[in-house]
């Protein structure tokens, strides 16, 4: 199965901090990977899907790039509301795979 | 409002047998790629099955040989049947439908998880 691994596993920032998040793919996903964001006792909620389009309803400081094996999650700027877990996920192969998580708590 | 509803957690000793239930609002089960997540306490997500509209089901290789993954047209629920059950099976099991993306650049299509339900919790002790 693919193998997805995020970094850093957690971080500490600041609100208004700029805040990357990257997740690298074990082999080539294409385009085929999503960001969620999680809250404790909350269930996942869809950022990006395709590697870099906002979901409708996503404030517009986060943003997704990257292709192949190598993507990244960013946050311009922190708002108090962005303190979670994020998430990367592949729908490349049959068998889907998350990375497993970026903490990131308030500095 | 599109919604999904998981239902049937509970506390259960190791080798036993469980069904989760899963029921959806607003769309239609059998037209949708649908799955299941876990989530360990403390841990990350973990991807655990999928269905496909088409009926083609996959598994997560911890879970494969002994979970089962179907749903009822009729009620428009999805459903995770688990058998031989593990301690490292606990956890809460969310339910979420995945949509069509569209990759322009290779023409191809591809599935990700937009609606996720709350969640149920399965304990095994």
């Known amino acids: 199965d693919i193998q997805m691994t995020q970094s850093p596993s957690s971080l500490s920032a600041s609100v208004g901090d700029r805040v990357t998040i990257t997740c690298r793919a074990s082999q080539s996903i294409s385009s085929y990977l999503h960001w969620y964001q999680q809250k404790p006792g909350k269930a996942p909620r869809l950022l990006i899907y395709g590697a870099s389009t906002l979901q409708s309803g996503v404030p517009s400081r986060f943003s997704g790039s990257g292709s192949g094996t190598d993507f990244a999650l960013i946050i311009s700027s922190l708002q108090p509301e962005d303190f979670a877990t994020y998430y990367c996920?592949?729908?490349?192969?049959?068998?889907?795979?998350f990375g497993q998580g970026t903490k990131v708590e308030i500095k | 409002e599109v919604h999904l509803v998981e239902t049937g957690g509970v506390l259960i000793q190791p080798g036993g047998s469980l069904r989760l239930s899963c029921a959806a609002s607003?769309?239609?089960?059998?037209?949708?790629?649908m799955n299941w997540v876990r989530q360990a306490p403390g841990k990350g997500l973990e991807w655990v099955s999928i269905?496909?509209?088409?009926?083609?089901?996959y598994y997560a290789d911890s879970v494969k040989g002994r979970f089962t993954i179907s749903r009822d047209n009729s009620k428009n629920t999805l459903y995770l049947q688990m058998n031989s059950l593990r301690a490292e099976d606990t956890a809460v099991y969310f339910c979420?439908?995945?949509?069509?993306?569209?990759?322009?650049?290779?023409?191809?299509?591809?599935?990700?998880?937009?609606?996720w339900g709350k969640g149920t919790t399965v304990t095994v002790s």
């Open positions: 269905i496909y509209s088409g009926g083609d089901t």
């Open positions: 996920q592949q729908s490349y192969s049959t068998q889907w795979t």
């Open positions: 607003d769309f239609t089960v059998s037209s949708s790629y």
């Open positions: 979420a439908r995945a949509t069509k993306g569209y990759y322009y650049v290779s023409g191809s299509f591809y599935y990700y998880m937009d609606v």
